[in-house]
């Protein structure tokens, strides 16, 4: 086996321990992705030569004495919407890619580097983080390792991809309405949605600033809570970002679920999918010993608020650009930014204020639970170029409605650990792993639980030669 295909915690023992280099796994990945993403369009932007100098730099500080962190030589790449140094940030555009290159790196990219991560560049994505298929009109589709005829989900598409794939074994997307969570189901990898406000989103292209998160990807729950881990602290460029200092995580993970009070979501969340999702739910339930469910008030109103929000904010950032380069846009975004454009104020401030009281609901709900599990998304991976699904017996449009299950939580921002499973048909399929505010630690000691009982796995896929 690869030692790509293993874990980065496994990737970094080994650094650290002399048994195989920074530079030797950097050229490896490289390799790999040279093989694989010509068949799976995950990257956009290779940065090899930077990569290869990170990699020796590590090398040299291990050759020193000297500690290079705990991600020493571990393999990363970032949605491309994320600031790189030397590149435009095009945010799966056609149109940024003529921007100027970024003068620096986000502070998330810079916060891996620093413990010793290697990037190895740029992430295919849905245009303007407007999506949920992973289709790129001017980049095409990012291809679903576990078969390539197969969406990966959307937005980070990419980041799903190349994770998935065994390209890189941690990487970094968005997720504003489901974007990490959806591909985390589609691609069969772990995915982490933080507490909105906790990580800095300072050095990224935004979407809808009240519901944009960052976070990582990754094929297990340990990678997942050490990057995680690496990445947070305050930043003084992102308004929105926590003043909080960091409250590590990974070593809570041995404490598993003892003692949690966990529920499954009824109502809602066990209407208009496909039996695999809920059986996905189901399966953890009985890992877990929860026989407990409970109604989430008013989660269908959450979600049409949420598109409310989504849209007006969406159409305010774009709005000057869409009158003069309306061409330019992938129609199916252009025609939603313009519709949201037409919103009428009074829509916008009564989904605001539906907002703040079904957060208070929320956080109700969380006084007699610890954690809910969810479906992620209501059906597998869909054939690329797909545009219909059906859903409880009607047929809908399928790019909107991938996510009803995601976009009721971002709404109000809560804390996600997406978990996979294998094994039920064809293609994997996700859970929602939901914890109170600032409780990411509940949810990934769910998630680990998970992994260790193996009803969560990530393995690489093996579609792609």
């Known amino acids: 086996m690869s030692?790509?295909?293993?874990?980065?915690?496994?990737?970094?023992?080994?650094?650290?321990?002399?048994?195989v280099t920074a530079a030797a796994v950097t050229e490896a990945a490289l390799l790999r992705i040279e093989r694989t993403n010509p068949h799976l369009n995950a990257f956009t932007?290779?940065?090899?030569?930077r990569a290869r100098a990170e990699a020796a730099a590590v090398?040299?500080?291990?050759?020193?004495?000297?500690?290079?962190?705990?991600?020493?030589?571990v393999p990363f790449a970032v949605k491309n919407l994320f600031d790189i140094a030397g590149l435009p940030t095009r945010a799966g555009s056609k149109i940024n890619r003529?921007?100027?290159?970024?003068?620096?790196?986000?502070?998330?990219?810079?916060?891996?580097?620093?413990?010793?991560?290697?990037?190895?560049?740029?992430?295919?994505?849905?245009?303007?983080?407007?999506?949920?298929?992973?289709?790129?009109?001017?980049?095409?589709?990012?291809?679903?390792?576990?078969?390539?005829?197969?969406?990966?989900?959307?937005?980070?598409?990419?980041?799903?991809?190349a994770v998935a794939a065994g390209m890189v074994p941690l990487a970094?997307?968005?997720?504003?309405?489901?974007?990490?969570?959806?591909?985390?189901s589609f691609c069969g990898i772990f995915g982490l949605k933080p507490t909105y406000g906790r990580l800095p989103r300072t050095g990224s292209f935004p979407f809808v600033d009240s519901f944009d998160h960052l976070g990582p990807f990754a094929r297990s729950v340990a990678d997942l809570a050490s990057v995680y881990d690496a990445m947070q602290g305050p930043d003084a460029g992102d308004?929105?970002?926590?003043?909080?200092?960091?409250?590590?995580?990974?070593?809570?993970?041995?404490?598993?679920?003892?003692g949690l009070r966990i529920a499954v979501a009824g109502g809602y969340f066990r209407r208009g999918g496909e039996a695999q999702a809920y059986e996905a739910v189901d399966r953890c339930a009985e890992a877990l010993g929860v026989s407990r469910e409970v109604e989430i008030p008013e989660a269908a109103r959450a979600r049409a608020a949420a598109f409310v929000i989504s849209n007006v904010e969406g159409a305010a950032l774009h709005l000057d650009t869409v009158r003069t380069r309306a061409d330019d846009y992938d129609p199916e975004v252009r025609d939603r930014l313009i519709s949201g454009a037409m919103i009428p104020g009074a829509w916008y401030v009564k989904a605001q204020r539906f907002r703040r009281w079904f957060h208070a609901r929320m956080l109700e709900v969380f006084r007699d639970v610890d954690v809910i599990l969810a479906p992620a998304t209501p059906v597998t991976a869909p054939k690329l170029g797909q545009k219909t699904m059906v859903l409880?017996?009607?047929?809908?449009?399928?790019?909107?409605?991938?996510?009803?299950?995601?976009?009721?939580?971002?709404?109000?921002?809560?804390?996600v650990a997406a978990v996979p499973l294998h094994g039920l048909g064809a293609m994997p399929i996700g859970v929602q792993v939901i914890a109170p505010p600032w409780r990411e630690d509940l949810a990934l000691r769910v998630a680990h639980t998970l992994e260790a009982a193996g009803v969560a796995t990530a393995p690489v896929a093996g579609a792609a030669p």
């Open 172 to 184: 970094l997307g968005s997720d504003t309405n489901g974007s990490i969570r959806v591909p985390s």
């Open 239 to 258: 308004a929105a970002c926590t003043a909080w200092g960091v409250e590590p995580v990974a070593a809570d993970l041995a404490r598993g679920a003892d």
């Open 98 to 161: 003529e921007r100027p290159p970024a003068a620096a790196d986000g502070p998330l990219i810079r916060r891996l580097n620093g413990a010793g991560a290697v990037l190895l560049g740029g992430l295919n994505m849905g245009e303007y983080a407007y999506d949920f298929t992973g289709e790129n009109a001017h980049d095409g589709p990012a291809r679903n390792p576990h078969d390539p005829t197969r969406m990966t989900g959307g937005s980070s598409g990419g980041s799903g991809g």
């Open 392 to 415: 409880g017996g009607v047929e809908m449009l399928l790019r909107p409605n991938i996510g009803i299950y995601t976009q009721p939580i971002s709404f109000i921002g809560l804390p």
């Open 45 to 49: 932007d290779v940065t090899a030569e």
């Open 59 to 73: 090398d040299a500080t291990i050759a020193a004495g000297r500690d290079p962190g705990p991600l020493a030589g």
């Open 3 to 19: 030692i790509l295909e293993g874990t980065a915690a496994g990737i970094a023992a080994a650094v650290r321990a002399g048994d």
